[in-house]
């Protein structure tokens, strides 16, 4: 028989729910709340939720913001917008029924994996491209989580005089520069409007200082990416997340195989949706693999 | 009955030769040679070298410049200052034996891992800092080598205005300012004497300039670190190579540790010795495995 997990998508701002079954398909309506502002309202959301429909599945998945330990049941040290409290949090006492926790990005990077753009490629890093930037490392088609779970995170230099703060409390990380808070920086500092938008950016892309702005945050990009294919040699690095609609991806994944030494690599865009975390934690709580 | 590996060193200006056993012990002298400058006479030294001991090992193992496929017979793409036509060896046809080839800093690196300052960690990255910067990857007790070998290469930006070509032909990789040659192009643009030496750096190292410079350089491999450390959540970074000799261990891990979104991680210095790359080679062909 088929089975089927409860999905959560736990976000600082969002929290969404829905039932995905062994083939990363949604088979139920995708439920959408505001992330309560305490630990206690979270925990009663969550247990609203699982009340509501943990018996119709047979895992409970979290697709969480924070790193996630190897055990795969609680977060490890501090997430940045949401309740403080909230690491501490014990998902295992949420349900009877068997609570799988995982990093969203790392999700959503087993969701490309398993039935999105990096489908039957061993190797891949997956960024995603929002607010800020998330990652995830498929490595010989198993999720890459480190000595303690706390893997991929996008916070490498791309300069090195303290230039820009990161939300991370260092300076100058990719996240700094390649996220949508990246390139509002960027706008600011190339046109001297601390007031400039990314939509102001955006929608005027075909003027001379817009496009301009959008290329240096593009290049940023593929400096990134470029350091990521040499130290991973990967089948394919791939842009998910809302900025990623605003890259030429020809050009990076051209540019790119221009710059590395490593071996030919492909730049793909995410095709696993916009609730990839969901199908990456269900996926990963049902112990669905790599079929070919 | 112990094994034996026939273990040969082979970089740029000098290969080396020794007798290595499954303990990671020398037991035979190390012989050296100048690199010859022509592919004919790198296979003549080579066939030289292997038709004198191969009777007494059972298998003969390449430490070689340059990366090196998955199936451990041959070189991938081109390597820097070597005999152009080196790549194309056909490594399986020097000897009746089995013959296996690894990079030379993935070599080293395991050469850490199995008996050196890496012993007993399932997750490290080795940065070997010499004339140039290699690295080596250690996943889950296994050398990382990604889809096609190439892996491990520290080619990720320092920095994103073009302002320091590197070896690679792109512009401002780690290995252009975290190695011996980095050292010197950071001497010479702090102090604008394009004459001046690693060698006056390091011999006046208490003076106001070159103090300067050597905590400048040493910067540039501290944040390194912090990237790696924050992609990889490892057990430990290892500094390898001649240049490690002048880096503040102790500094780098305290202030690598501050700056992390990552879990603790220890910076380490090397520990098996000046012939590493043999070492681990010959381990490697052997089939020496992390015991604990």
């Known amino acids: 028989m ?77 997430t940045g917008n949401i309740a403080k409290g909230y690491p501490s949090m014990d998902f295992k006492s949420l349900s009877k029924k068997r609570v799988f926790v995982e990093n969203d990005a ?6 490309e994996h ?27 088609d198993k999720l890459y989580k480190g000595k303690n779970g706390a893997a991929g995170e996008m916070h490498f230099k791309m300069r090195t005089d303290k230039h820009r703060k990161c939300t991370c409390g260092s300076y100058d990380c990719f996240e700094a520069y390649a996220s949508g808070t990246g390139l509002k920086k960027t706008a600011a500092e190339i046109s001297g409007d601390s007031e400039i938008t990314t939509y102001d950016v955006i929608e005027n892309k075909d003027r001379p200082l817009m496009k301009k702005i959008l290329e240096t945050w593009q290049n940023d990009i593929l400096e990134g990416i470029i350091g990521l294919a040499n ?21 990076l994944e051209a540019q790119a195989n221009k710059e590395i030494v490593t071996t030919p690599f492909k730049v793909v865009k995410a095709s696993a949706g916009n609730y990839s975390g969901m199908i990456g934690a269900a996926l990963l709580a049902l112990g669905v693999k790599e079929s070919g």
């Open 2 to 78: 088929t089975k089927h997990a409860l999905a959560i998508d736990v976000g600082g701002t969002k929290i969404y729910n829905t039932i995905v079954n062994e083939k990363g398909e949604i088979i139920a309506e995708v439920e959408k709340h505001s992330t309560p502002k305490t630990f206690n309202e979270i925990k009663a959301l969550f247990e609203e939720i699982i009340s509501k429909y943990e018996r119709q599945v047979d895992v409970i998945a979290f697709a969480t913001c924070g790193a996630v330990n190897n055990s795969n049941d609680g977060i490890l040290g501090s």
């Open 231 to 251: 130290i991973f040699d990967p089948d394919c690095v791939v842009l998910s997340g809302s900025m990623a609609e605003f890259v030429d991806i020809e050009y």
């Open 106 to 111: 790392n999700a959503a990077a087993w969701a």
């Open 114 to 140: 398993i039935i999105g753009a990096s489908k039957g490629m061993p190797y891949s890093v997956v960024l995603t491209l929002g607010t800020g930037v998330g990652g995830g490392i498929i490595l010989d």
